[in-house]
């Protein structure tokens, strides 16, 4: 008896138990609607337990409907539910669940970034704990800043599990044209007829809730994609897989269709793709150029000499070179446009205050903590009709350390750069071994994780699903993507022996 208690089953038994216990609690002590909620979500999680050989792949499945849901409709997917209860929610439950039984963490223990972002978790978590009585929901609304990192280990450790990293760059590839061809005219929708589009039961939201700033980022990743000409290599690997090269043109211009009002109205999002593909230049210069550079030439030739204007809407949605110009100026410096200098100028005055306040004030350990609202507390806010809906400044590095202060701040900066060095180190390995798949793949990563990082220094990015978990699954790819590659490559010593 006691020997079956060992085993992979019967361990799932005792989860069956702290469930139904949990269950009962809640039927008791709330609601009867969330104890109806919480009785599906059990019989679901029975069901699951009753397939948990198949649940890893299930989880990272129902993982990449969420995160193309994200993409395709940004914001809106992100309210399919119930509050408090979201598709984003049941993806996270179902990855941990699937890392509990079935993932292996173990996999991940020659991993340094996976003790560096514990430790940012854990620095998180402090500053969570103490005002969850005070907050309530607010403070684990707000924890998602570093709770989701819990995607990153689980993407992590089922990649490793089902040695699936060059599928999930198949699906990504595949994921490319349907983007494209969808983004132009769905940014348009959600720009121009937001009110007339459907809304979601129970929120009220319409389902399509896209931002110039996230469709960047995703623009960002595809062209550091088909600069680096990645959609070969699926096809490479197992001598299948789809061959965007052959329709480059077509996708190219899709791509600067899916751009044009992004770029010149968004600062955030011209800054994400330029630092992308900046990013692409530094270290692999090729002939993948000529293409983008020709349309991008062209394009902008037409917008100088013709003068050309489009307007969308309102009156700031107008591409032309005086838009493109006056977003970047806006970066450094005023232009005159009160809607840019008065953005910049409220970011700017906040930012300070938070360094005032942590770094040179009294909250220099441990932040104000998850659950406080800082547009109220800071006196920042501007949605005076709904004070709910701005809580954070638009910036997820300083919102770390308004929350957590300086240690979260140092644990943050410590994760990320340990991050980019380690994607950095194993494209130089790569590139001495002559192994041009994984040098592009480390490129890749740290084009598209330089892109979220930009964007989410000008935007409350980070800490909604939309960006959030898409920046954190990217993040655990990287790190199976290392591990992967630190198995399959010999070191760096036996390389300079091998050619002595």
């Known amino acids: 008896m006691l020997r079956t208690f060992s085993n992979g089953w019967p361990r799932s038994l005792w989860l069956i138990v702290f469930l139904l216990a949990l269950l009962t609690s809640v039927v008791v002590l709330g609601s009867s609607a969330v104890g109806t909620a919480a009785l599906l979500g059990s019989g679901v999680v029975l069901t699951l337990l009753s ?187 197992r001598g299948r897989g789809l061959n965007l090269g052959r329709y480059e043109w077509l996708w190219w211009t899709l791509w600067f269709a899916a751009a044009a009002l992004p770029a010149t109205r968004v600062r955030a999002g011209f800054l994400a793709i330029a630092v992308a593909v900046l990013i692409v230049l530094l270290f692999r210069p090729g002939r993948r150029w000529w293409k983008p550079l020709a349309l991008a030439t062209f394009v902008l030739l037409s917008l100088l000499t013709f003068d050309v204007r489009f307007t969308v809407g309102q009156s700031r949605n107008t591409i032309s070179a005086e838009s493109l110009l006056l977003n970047l100026k806006s970066i450094t410096d005023s232009t005159g446009d009160e809607a840019r200098d008065g953005s910049r100028r409220w970011r700017l005055n906040w930012w300070n205050d938070i360094v005032n306040y942590t770094v040179h004030g009294p909250y220099f350990w441990t932040g104000k903590g998850y659950g406080i609202n800082l547009a109220n507390a800071d006196g920042y806010q501007i949605n005076l009709r709904d004070p709910s809906k701005l809580r954070s400044p638009h910036n997820g590095t300083l919102n770390i350390l308004a929350r957590s202060g300086v240690p979260g701040l140092l644990a943050w900066v410590l994760l990320q750069g340990l991050f980019a060095v380690s994607l950095l180190r194993a494209y130089r390995r790569a590139v001495r071994a002559g192994q041009d798949t994984w040098a592009k793949l480390n490129l890749w990563v740290l084009a598209y994780w330089a892109a979220f990082i930009v964007n989410a220094s000008f935007d409350v990015y980070l800490e909604g699903p939309q960006g959030g978990i898409w920046f954190w699954s990217l993040f655990g790819f990287g790190i199976a993507l290392l591990e992967l590659q630190r198995r399959a490559l010999p070191a760096p010593r036996a390389l300079q022996e091998g050619r002595s």
């Open 51 to 237: 397939r948990q050989r198949q649940l890893p792949a299930l989880a990272l499945g129902f993982l990449g409907l969420c995160l193309l849901g994200y993409a395709l409709f940004g914001r809106g997917f992100a309210y399919i539910g119930a509050p408090p209860l979201f598709v984003g929610e049941a993806a996270l439950g179902l990855c941990l669940l699937a890392l509990l039984l079935e993932g292996r963490i173990r996999r991940l223990s020659a991993s340094p970034l996976v003790y560096a972002l514990v430790i940012y978790m854990l620095i998180g978590l402090a500053a969570t704990v103490p005002y969850l009585g005070l907050y309530g929901i607010d403070a684990l609304r707000d924890a998602v800043l570093w709770a989701y990192g819990l995607f990153a280990l689980a993407v992590a450790a089922l990649l490793l599990r089902l040695n699936a990293v060059m599928d999930t760059l198949r699906q990504y590839v595949r994921f490319v044209p349907l983007f494209l061809l969808w983004a132009p005219g769905a940014f348009l929708l959600s720009e121009v007829y937001y009110n007339l589009l459907p809304r979601l039961p129970f929120t009220g939201r319409a389902l399509l809730e896209l931002k110039g700033g996230d469709v960047s980022v995703h623009l960002a990743g595809i062209a550091a994609l088909l600069l680096l000409g990645l959609p070969r290599v699926p096809g490479a690997v």
